[in-house]
């Protein structure tokens, strides 16, 4: 990011609390350093891209901030999809099931917590590696529902795993 003129510098200054109110209405936790982080910096964009023309820097600064603060949250889902994922990917096998107490026991513990049909699904994927597509066809559902059941399993096992 470019350093800020004297004059950008005393909008910020004189707008700070813009980041409060922004952090409030997100109702995030202005503690947090990544939201706060995010949003001085949606701030700091706003004073360097504002033009008087374009009308009260409070109204601009604050879409701005919630821009920032909307590509953070975007950021931080991405990288607990890809925590989830790789987790399940690598822990839900039957190879690692085999090796891994932990694992098979919260695997079978959120297996048990799933409908039969939801069951036989998880099982097929995971234990015996058929492919979403075989999956529905066998069922005769649609590969978006066997994708779903899939994906929501995965996000309860990445949770209880990752705790």
Known sequence: ????????????????KLIYFCLKKYDRNPNDDD???????????AAMWYEPSKGEFSSYATKCIFR??????????????TVSGTALEYIATPENHANNYEAREIFNSL?????KKNQYIIQEIVINGLS???????????????NN????????????YLI
């Open 149 to 160: 059941v899939y994906h929501k399993f995965k996000e309860k096992y990445a949770d209880a």
């Open 111 to 115: 297996l048990r917590e799933e409908t």
């Open 132 to 146: 979403q597509n075989d999956v529905a066809k066998k069922l005769g559902v649609s590969r978006q529902r066997i």
């Open 1 to 16: 990011m470019e350093k800020l003129t004297k004059e950008q510098q005393k909008l910020v200054e004189d707008n700070i």
């Open 68 to 81: 920032s603060m909307s590509k953070e949250y975007a950021n931080s889902k991405k990288q607990v999809e």
């Open 35 to 45: 939201w706060y982080g995010a949003a001085a910096e949606g701030l700091c964009r």
